[in-house]
């Protein structure tokens, strides 16, 4: 067959291959191996023939062997027999029964309990007596001999069924990034604990209908055995939470899988209509709040950088739509000293993909409130970045010792000397101090804080005439989502008409009606920044 025509088959096939791979196997590295093997042995036979007939039955038939030669290759004992079911491991090619008998053998071994699996694996494969093994597993010898009797009945009934692999087995979910609300631990946030697929999809199995350890192998096509420690693992550090009955469930959002344009354009066209309301209404609030406010040093003088910080800030943390959701199960407490709401962004598709919108589709992602606090200077911040900031790699890059290094410059404690290179260096970096040694951020008096917190909120005024519609557009939302997430999606939800999106939104008009002008790009890494400290640069 000609190289082309070859390549175009095994195009066509390679994810039936791999869906088979994956029912044969125990874990995705054992199903990704098998599935090279076949791919290899399929392409390299194509290549040497011509005028194959039937080329799907011929690619099974070639995909059958190359399994019973994968399955007689991993063993190579001379055989097991459990009370009476004889399983030959040749080095030579078993025959298909055999190896589905195989297939069945380790698999109904596989979903025994952890004391049971051991007693077999030791009296069967191991060829070892009652007595040795109840003096190394520590139990009475009728003891040992009741687990094996009833590790036989469970075999037995084993044979006679027929597991079927899981949708996530076949086709699992793959996250395009995490994110948090709330304090990461020393480790991380969620990617530090769902970036390996396997364990993504674990949790993700349980998000929908709660499951047994048993039944989440079944759904993700990999042994019990396989998965004992992860789920153990995911469950001590609280991404799995379990039940009555012994089922897990999770409080991780993970977001559809599928989105629609039509309902994004909609969304954004009433956020539109809020952000309006917000510029024309509570933007003069703010603005005639800040020319109150006590003493902030602003790097360039620049008064507009105190005022988009500050509009954003209050629109972000007033509440609108008092949802009234307790959230307080959602947040996941980790081992190392984590505690947070846990997001997971998974790849999507578009159920509507020859919609054209007719409003412009903008990205306002915005990674914020980002709360910093020191134990050991007077000095704090709160932050939030945005497209309109120069600042890199959001809440891991914002350290709280960066504040503590710019209160020792600020207090002259961090002279420019070679010693201190190291540490100006990431004060450079992060764009708290220019080229020439001038702080380059808003610092404000400890106490301007609480003069920012007291400016009036969103008013009820303004408020009233999009919050019922926050509120329908909440509920409407929560039902995409399985039952236990549908509090959190409610709350976050609500927010919809006057949270980061609403605010970024509003100051886009600000700057089209020439209210606020370009920033420079010495100001980028200020705005938005807003630093608290008992003594301003200016100080000597």
């Given at each position: 067959m000609e190289k082309e025509k070859a390549d175009a088959v095994i195009t066509a096939y390679l994810e039936k291959i791999y869906?088979?791979?994956?029912?044969?196997?125990?874990?995705?590295?054992?199903?990704?191996?098998?599935?090279?093997?076949?791919v290899e042995e399929v392409y390299t036979t194509?290549?040497?023939?011509?005028?194959?007939?039937n080329i799907e039955g011929y690619i099974w038939r070639i995909s059958?062997?190359?399994?019973?030669?994968?399955?007689?290759s991993k063993k190579r004992h001379e055989g097991v027999s459990i009370d009476g079911v004889e399983i030959p491991y040749e080095d030579e090619l078993p025959s298909d029964d055999a190896a589905d008998e195989l297939m069945k053998l380790r698999l109904g071994i596989a979903y025994l309990t952890e004391v049971r699996r051991r007693t077999v694996y030791l009296f069967y494969f191991e060829n070892r007596s009652v007595r040795d093994i109840?003096?190394?597993?520590?139990?009475?010898?009728?003891?040992?001999k009741w687990h094996l009797n009833k590790a036989r009945k469970e075999l037995k009934e084993a044979f006679r069924m027929e597991r079927k692999i899981g949708k996530l087995g076949m086709n699992p979910v793959k996250a395009r990034g995490f994110g948090h609300n709330g304090r990461p631990g020393d480790g991380g946030g969620p990617e530090k604990y769902l970036s390996d697929p396997l364990d993504l999809n674990i949790v993700y199995s349980c998000y929908y209908d709660p499951r047994t350890a048993d039944e989440i192998a079944d759904e993700l096509g990999v042994t019990p055995v396989f998965l004992s420690d992860r789920i153990a693992k995911l469950e001590g550090s609280g991404f799995l939470v379990r039940?009555?009955?012994?089922?897990?469930?999770?409080?991780?959002?993970?977001?559809?899988?599928?989105y629609s344009l039509a309902e994004e354009e909609e969304l954004n066209r009433k956020q539109l209509e809020a952000a309006k309301i917000l510029a024309d209404e509570y933007y003069p609030v703010v603005s005639g709040a800040v020319d109150r406010l006590g003493e902030i040093y602003l790097p360039t003088g620049n008064r507009q950088l105190a005022e988009m910080s500050i509009f954003l800030h209050k629109v972000c943390t007033t509440p609108v739509s008092s949802a009234g959701r307790d959230i307080s199960r959602y947040f996941i407490k980790t081992p190392d000293g984590g505690e947070f709401i846990a997001y997971a962004v998974l790849e999507q598709t578009c159920s509507d993909p020859d919609y054209q919108p007719t409003i412009p589709m903008e990205n306002w992602l915005c990674c914020g409130a980002m709360n910093r606090w020191s134990d050991k200077y007077p000095v704090g911040s709160w932050s939030y970045d945005t497209k309109w900031t120069s600042r890199q790699g959001a809440w891991e890059n914002n350290l709280g010792e960066d504040y503590e290094k710019l209160y020792e410059y600020m207090t002259h404690q961090l002279p420019d000397i070679p010693a201190n290179a190291e540490k100006l260096a990431r004060l450079r970096e992060r764009g708290m101090i220019d080229e020439s040694g001038?702080?380059?951020?808003?610092?404000?008096?400890?106490?301007?804080?609480?003069?920012?917190?007291?400016?009036?909120?969103?008013?009820?005024?303004?408020?009233?005439?999009?919050?019922?519609?926050?509120?329908?557009?909440?509920?409407?939302?929560?039902?995409?989502?399985?039952?236990?997430?549908?509090?959190?999606?409610v709350h976050e939800e609500s927010r919809a008409f006057s949270g980061s999106v609403v605010a970024l939104m509003a100051r886009k008009i600000l700057f089209d009606r020439g209210v606020w002008k370009?920033?420079?790009?010495?100001?980028?890494?200020?705005?938005?920044?807003?630093?608290?400290?008992?003594?301003l640069p200016t100080d000597e």
């Open positions: 869906g088979f791979a994956v029912k044969k196997c125990f874990s995705y590295a054992e199903a990704e191996e098998l599935a090279s093997d076949i194509l290549l040497r023939r011509d005028g194959i007939y059958k062997h190359t399994w019973a030669r994968y399955v007689s109840a003096s190394e597993l520590s139990m009475p010898e009728g003891t040992v039940e009555k009955g012994g089922r897990f469930t999770t409080y991780v959002e993970f977001s559809p899988l599928t001038r702080v380059a951020v808003m610092v404000a008096r400890t106490g301007v804080r609480d003069e920012i917190e007291s400016i009036p909120s969103i008013g009820e005024s303004v408020t009233r005439r999009f919050a019922d519609a926050a509120l329908e557009y909440a509920l409407n939302e929560a039902k995409k989502y399985p039952p236990q997430m549908q509090d959190l999606i370009p920033l420079a790009d010495a100001e980028k890494a200020a705005v938005d920044l807003m630093v608290f400290s008992d003594v």
